[in-house]
Structure formats: C-alpha cells, structure tokens
C-alpha cells in the first residue's frame, strides 16, 4: 500500500488559537485527499474532500469558515482549525486517493487535537 | 437503517480461533473496503475488493455482490489481531466512503 503521513501526531493548544494539521501522501500524487473527524468509540465522520488545486467540498454541518482547508500540491493538504474551542478537540484523519490506484483510499495515522 | 452494518459490534476470541466479521450494504457499490483500526488510532486498509475473494497471511476478505454481503475471516487469530475492523463502501458514483460502525475484536492469548 501507499504511505501516507500526517503531522504533528498530537497536539494540544490553548482555546482561541488555530492549529494546522499537514497530511501527506509520500510515494504517490493524490489526487483526493479527504478529511475525517472521530469522536471516542464512533466511526469516522467525513469532513471535507479536497482536490488539488480546487476549493475542498465540505460535508453538511460542517463550517468551512472554522476548518480550512488546503490542497496547494498533489502530495500534501493541509487543514487548519481555526479559534479553536474545546469542542474541537478530537481525532482528526486524513486519507489520499488517486485515480491511477483505482481511487483506493490511504489513511494518515490520525492527529489527536486537545483544546484547552 | 444504515447503509453499512457490521456484526458482531463486539467479538471476544481465544488465541487460535478461526474468526469472522460480516459486512452487509444496501446501497450500489464500486468497491467494498475492510479497515483495521488499532487503539492508537491509525487505520490500515486491508483490502479493498469489487468482486471474489482476496488473501493475506491470516486475513480471508470475500465479497458477494448479489447478496451484498462482505466477510473478513482471521485465520489462527493473535492477539496482536485485537483492533477495531471497519467495513467501508464506495458507493457506485462518486469516491467517498461509507463506513460501518466498526467491530472491536479483543483476541485473549
């Protein structure tokens, strides 16, 4: 499989301020990149899918204005939570796909954001 | 009803058993993925199948489209196999994923 990084791995960070979290794909050129939010013991919730060089589309409920995101290369996208507030906290993965493997989605191994 | 359901949600086995988790959709799909999830929180993607039966090492992942129905069988299970395995759809259009609420597997040695 495909190896996808994400960086930090965990983060913890005062409320008010605003966390960027990197994803990216290390021996491929993604073409998606998809975001996903877990709360404890639930499934995956997806976020957002972002394609480079395009704006990301956001799933219903969630504010685009408050989680940025970014797609600026075919290796890495960024998502920034912005005045971040302890509702925010969670763990917050990415995933890379490419049309050429068959849109097969690579997972990053998650960042753990705490609020404050 | 959701588009993905999993069984069992919880599974407890003996090191050694012969072990299996079923996957049902009712949606039209391209794909059908088995994930595993380990307390860290890192997912990696087992396998991902359209169509047959796929194998690696232990792990048996089968897929019959008609019936809509997916199972991932663990073979002489470890504990190191304790993980939360997640079944998760393309659907027919589009590439996002639908994903199942997980099974937690715990494997006692």
């Known amino acids: 499989g495909a190896v996808v990084s994400q960086h930090p791995s965990w983060v913890i960070c005062k409320s008010g301020t605003s966390v960027k979290i990197e994803c990216r794909s290390l021996?491929?050129?993604?073409?998606?990149m998809f975001w996903y939010r877990q709360f404890p013991k639930q499934s995956l919730m997806l976020m957002a899918t972002?394609?480079?060089?395009?704006?990301?589309?956001?799933e219903q409920g969630v504010e685009k204005d408050k989680f940025l995101i970014n797609h600026a290369s075919l290796t890495l996208s960024t998502l920034t939570v912005t005045s971040a507030h302890p509702e925010d906290s969670s763990f917050y993965i990415c995933?890379?796909?490419?049309?050429?493997?068959?849109?097969?989605?690579?997972f990053g191994p998650g960042t753990r954001l705490t609020v404050l | 009803k959701n588009e993905v359901e999993q069984s069992p949600q919880n599974l407890t086995a003996q090191e050694g058993e012969f072990i299996t988790i079923n996957c049902s959709y009712s949606?039209?799909?391209?794909?059908l993925h088995w994930l595993q999830q380990h307390p860290g929180g890192g997912i990696v993607s087992l396998f991902m199948?359209?169509?047959g039966k796929k194998k690696h090492g232990r792990l048996i992942a089968t897929i019959n489209i008609q019936e809509k129905h997916s199972s991932l069988h663990i073979t002489a299970s470890h504990p190191r196999d304790s993980a939360v395995y997640i079944c998760?759809?393309?659907?027919?259009?589009?590439?996002?994923?639908?994903f199942g609420a997980g099974t937690i597997l715990r494997v006692k040695s």
């Open positions: 995933s890379a796909s490419s049309w050429r493997r068959y849109n097969e989605q690579f």
């Open positions: 021996d491929f050129q993604a073409t998606t």
């Open positions: 972002s394609n480079e060089g395009s704006k990301a589309t956001y």
């Open positions: 949606v039209g799909i391209s794909a």
């Open positions: 199948l359209s169509s």
């Open positions: 998760a759809v393309n659907r027919e259009y589009g590439n996002k994923l639908v």
